[in-house]
């Protein structure tokens, strides 16, 4: 996951300097790699002081996205939209359930990270603050999601979607109101990647440090810096993230090549936490005492 980020913010910036490319030449694996370390030792900094940054990041990140969607809305034309809407047209794309089936990756990798909150419950103050930043994000998350699929297809259409180079949101804000459109999404999508490279960075280092307290993985990755980072475990994260970095440049792999990896490897996890959190809700393990089970 955050190796497929930092190709895309180097594919973003591509649209200013061209020698990144697809964000897979040496010149973005080299920055890539610059702004993984300053990450590394942000985190080091403090998990909260990383988190008060996320948050800033994570402002800054929605306001364009919400401008687009106010724009794109303005913009909407209706036959755009309802042109060859089942994609049935098109026989390139197969049947409605093919479209659908070869959409799922995708849709996983969207959605993947919206257990962070889950993952961090360690460090919450209540514990019902989980379940509701965690409902909270998935629905603004769909929300975001789906007008901003939905209303793009009503400016472009499907194969001048398709044929866009990413981030297409960019291609399609320039559609509308011209080259600045497309500065701004670039520009926008750099901040929002960076922080999510920076929100997946502590999740990434946060999952086997908690493994590691509970002895499901060595202790080492227990550790804990005097500022109570999970320095051990953040370390061979992102050491594994510069490695696999390195094969990006030689095996050219692509911002859509790295996601798929991503989704197809987290569904086992998903699979086992999930029937696992099923099997603690059903027997109130871990519960306290007078404690709900059905939500905050």
């Excluded at 910036?13 to 702004?35: E, K, R």
């Excluded at 985190?43 to 724009?71: C, D, E, S």
């Excluded at 026989?91 to 799922?104: D, E, F, N, P, R």
Aim: aromatic share 12%; glycine share 8%; charged share 10%.
């Amino acid at each position: 996951g955050n190796v497929s980020y930092a190709v895309i913010v180097f594919s973003a910036l591509s649209y200013f300097f061209p020698a990144f490319g697809d964000g897979n030449t040496w010149q973005a694996v080299l920055g890539a790699s610059i702004l993984l370390w300053i990450i590394h030792f942000l985190v080091l900094a403090g998990i909260r002081q990383a988190a008060i940054v996320n948050t800033f990041v994570t402002v800054a990140k929605i306001a364009p996205v919400v401008l687009f969607v106010g724009v794109v809305a303005v913009a909407f034309k209706l036959n755009v939209w309802s042109l060859d809407f089942t994609g049935l047209a098109n026989a390139s794309l197969g049947s409605i359930a093919t479209q659908v089936k070869s959409t799922m990756l995708v849709t996983l990798w969207v959605f993947i990270g919206i257990e962070g909150a889950s993952v961090f419950s360690a460090r919450a103050e209540r514990r019902k603050d989980i379940a509701t930043a965690t409902v909270l994000g998935f629905f603004t998350c769909l929300a975001l999601y789906a007008l901003v699929s939905l209303l793009s297809l009503g400016i472009l259409s499907q194969p001048e979607l398709a044929a866009l180079k990413n981030p297409s949101m960019a291609g399609v804000l320039e559609a509308v109101i011209g080259p600045w459109g497309a500065v701004l999404i670039n520009l926008a999508l750099v901040v929002s990647v960076v922080g999510a490279f920076l929100s997946w960075t502590l999740l990434a280092a946060e999952i086997p440090h908690v493994a590691g307290k509970d002895g499901t993985m060595p202790k080492f990755f227990g550790n804990e810096s005097e500022r109570g980072v999970p320095s051990t475990s953040l370390l061979i994260t992102n050491l594994l993230v510069q490695g696999f970095l390195v094969i990006t440049l030689f095996a050219q792999s692509t911002y859509q090549a790295l996601f798929y990896i991503a989704s197809a490897a987290i569904l086992v996890p998903y699979i086992f936490s999930g029937a696992f959190a099923a099997k603690l809700a059903l027997t109130g393990e871990s519960y306290e005492s007078g404690e709900r089970r059905s939500g905050p």
